[in-house]
Structures are given as structure tokens and as C-alpha cells.
């Protein structure tokens, strides 16, 4: 069942990418959605009360970005009190768990926080924690501008359980220019993992950190295997780790697992006392020249009012360009939460253009929708956006989508292994072994 529902996400992924590249490309057509549904009776009683959200958005970045979306919906549901339930620790590395308590304590949130793929379907849908929004797609026309593909990332049995907010590109690699401009340094479109190491060394040997880690969380560097792998192996061989096709000890993996270990040698000191936006924080001070993030790193920059990237810059992980790492935000309706109604609205307020256009911009994510104006957006949305419409999707083992929750974990058990004993067989052996466990895998 496990191997496939992987094939059934690979395949949806795939027709996305070819569904939004035509769209990419022209915007702003408007949303020929059909009639409005008439209210239902819970919608016409929606007056006031509670609406509670559940996420780990708690950075500088992520919480404007969140802030847009309570504007919207304040806009719109005026008497509704809005409960900002925030677990820090990004990734949902601890959100997921208190989460995952509350609702087996029956205390379900009226919406949460999810990544399509696997996190949805395997921790929320298969348990009955999120009802059906089927309905919705119909009644606000989001079936004519949200890609079938990606609306099939978020079903199971014909009904859709999610609506998507914005896509994140999970291999990101932002520098400081000035940092760098100092030190000779000069950075192209693409970097691959060679050059990296040739300007790492080199400025290492000039007393410069090259590299900022925020790993007091273990999925940051989890990412920055993951992003490595893929950089490695190429996004081919990389969804073939998916179903089967390529083993976890395979030569182009042992190999990633070595470079792995040498950027951990450029990292800096004091890597796992902060998180990835303290680690994006003293990038942007010169604490160090590169960092390996998702371009939630973007709303941080954003946040900091350099928008406009002046003294900063971005290109693909090492080895990466080519690859767009599908990294996506949603939010369901809680089966048996308090606020039904409120959650339905607030679904309705994330599904709108205006709200996407309104989030992504200071998220750094582009919006679900194909239909957003690209004149609203800058370059760094820009160039995302056109790396999402040409470039190979793939999906994110550490953000949820890629695999089950099991695989997760063993990767982030292998990689806190590895981190400390640099074997690369033994870590392959233990990713192996996850994923024979998750069911795929040879
Ligand atoms: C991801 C999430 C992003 C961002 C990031 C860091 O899992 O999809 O929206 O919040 O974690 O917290």
C-alpha cells in the first residue's frame, strides 16, 4: 500500500510540474469558478467565536507572513477571536508531536499546519483527524486554478482534504555578497559541490566561517543531507530512492554522504545552539558566508527589509540547479473541532488569490494557485517561479512529503548518528534498513 501511494505522489508530481508550467507563464487569467454554492446553515450561523490555527510558524519571516493571513481572514470574519497556536521549532520538528497528542487526546485544533503527500494522508486522513473539502474546491472554482496533480496530493478516495497556501523550494543557498566581494570571492548562477569546497578552503583559510548551520533542531541538517543527496545523485536517481529503484547504499548515495561530511567541517561553532533563522541571522551580520536553507529563509530576508536582495544573494544547493525541491503549506478542517464553521472560512480565505498574493510575497514561497500576478512579486518569487514551471519537481523526505513518517525519523536518527561518527556505511546501512521498514526500498 505504502509503495503505491509513493508511485501515486511521484506521479501527481510529475503532472504538476507540466500543469504549472503552462500556467506560469500567464498569469492572471481570473478564476471561471462555478456558481457559488448557497450557504450552508453552519456558514450562515458563522458570527463569531473561536477560530484556533495550529503551526510552527514562530520566525520573524514566517509570523508576518502568518499575520497576513489573520489580516485576510479579520477582513472578512471580523467577530471571530483568532487563537495563534504556535509550537517553535521549525520543520514542525516539535509541532508535529503535540499535535499528534492533542488529537489522539481528542482536543483537535480547527486547523493545523500540514505538508501534502504522506504527512497528510498517512498522519491526518488515515486516522479520521480532518474532514472533507471536497465541497470547497467546487464552490470556490478552485479546481480551474489549482493543479489536478497537486489537488491529488491532498486526496484520498476521492475526496480532498487540504487547502495549499504557497510551494516552498527546499534547495536554497543564500550568501552575503559583501562577505564574499571582501574576500575575492565571486559567485555565477550555479554552483556545484567542488566549487563550494575550492571557496569553502579558501575561505576558511581567510578565518571566515563558510557555512551557517542552525541545527538545534536535527532536521536543518537532515535538509542539508537531503538537499546534498539530490545535488549528488541528480533528481532521477533521487525519486528513484522512492520506489525502489535505487538503494540507500547505492555508490552515488555513500558519495553524497561523504560530501555531507566534509560541509559539516565548514559549519560554524555554535551550529546547534541556534535555529535556522538564527542561522540565516548571522549570515546576514557576516557571521559566515553561505547557508543551505528553503526559501522560508527568503521571509526572513524579507523581514529584515533587504526584499531586494541588495546585499545578499541565492543560488541553487551545490549541485542542484535543475531541481526544484517541493516544500508545501496547507491547512485542513479538525474532524470534531470546536469551530468547524470558523475553519471553513478560514479555508476559504487561504484558497483566494488575494490571500495567496498576500502571504507568499513575505513567506518566500510561490502561491498554489496559477493564477497569481507576477507583477506583485519580486525577483527571488520570480526566479522560483520559473524554476518551479522548467525545472525537475521533487518531493521532500524531511518536510513530509516524500515519505512515511518511519522513514523520517530513521533518516534523522541516521544523520544525529552520523553527525558525530562520520560512517558513511554505517549510515547508509541505517537508511537502508529505514526504508525496508516504510515498506519501499530494495
Ligand atoms: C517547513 C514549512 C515552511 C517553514 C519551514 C521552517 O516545514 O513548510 O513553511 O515554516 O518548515 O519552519
Known sequence: MVSKRLLFVFSAILVLAMAL????????????????????????????????????????????????????????????????????????????????????????????QVHPGFE???QYVDPGYVASVTDLYESEGWNDVVPEALRNM??????IYQVTVGVHRGNGFWYNKKLLDANGVTVGDTMTADEFIAIADQLKAAGVTPLCVGDNGIWATAQLFENTLLGTIGPEAYLGLWDGSVSFDDPGVKQAMETYGKMLDYQNED??????????????????????MGDWAYGEFVNAQQKDMEDFGWVS?????????????????????????????????????????????????????????????????????????????????????????????????????????????????????GAQMSGFGQ
Open 21 to 112: 508550467a503552462g500556467c506560469a507563464a500567464t498569469p492572471a487569467a481570473a478564476p471561471t469558478g462555478g456558481e457559488a454554492a448557497p450557504a450552508t446553515e453552519g456558514e450562515a450561523a458563522a458570527g463569531g467565536g473561536q477560530l484556533e490555527v495550529f503551526s510552527w510558524w514562530t520566525s520573524g519571516g514566517e509570523a508576518a507572513a502568518l499575520q497576513a493571513l489573520f489580516d485576510a481572514y479579520a477582513a472578512q470574519y471580523p467577530d471571530v477571536e483568532i487563537v495563534n497556536a504556535t509550537v517553535a521549532g521549525g520543520g514542525g520538528s516539535a509541532a508535529r508531536g503535540v499535535l499528534q497528542t492533542r488529537l489522539a487526546g481528542g482536543d483537535v485544533p480547527d486547523t493545523w
Open 120 to 122: 497528510l494522508i498517512g
Open 154 to 159: 491532498m486526496t484520498q478516495d476521492g475526496e
Open 271 to 292: 551550529h546547534s545552539a541556534l535555529s535556522w533563522d538564527q542561522a540565516i541571522k548571522k549570515l546576514m551580520e557576516g557571521g559566515c558566508a553561505f547557508s543551505s
Open 317 to 433: 544547493h551545490p549541485g542542484t540547479a535543475g531541481s526544484f525541491m517541493i516544500v508545501a503549506d496547507g491547512f485542513p478542517i479538525g474532524n470534531g473541532s470546536k469551530n468547524p464553521e470558523n475553519a471553513r472560512n478560514w479555508l476559504k480565505v487561504l484558497g483566494s488569490k488575494e490571500a495567496q498574493e498576500a502571504f507568499n510575497p513575505l513567506k518566500g514561497s510561490i502561491c498554489a494557485r496559477t493564477d497569481c500576478d507576477r507583477a506583485k512579486f519580486g525577483m527571488y518569487h520570480n526566479w522560483s517561479m520559473d524554476s518551479f514551471a522548467n525545472d525537475a519537481l521533487v518531493p521532500s523526505v524531511v518536510h513530509g512529503s516524500a515519505a512515511p513518517a518511519d522513514f523520517q525519523q530513521a533518516l534523522n536518527d541516521a544523520v544525529t548518528s552520523f553527525v558525530v561518527d562520520r560512517n558513511v556505511d554505517a549510515f547508509a546501512a541505517a537508511l537502508v534498513a
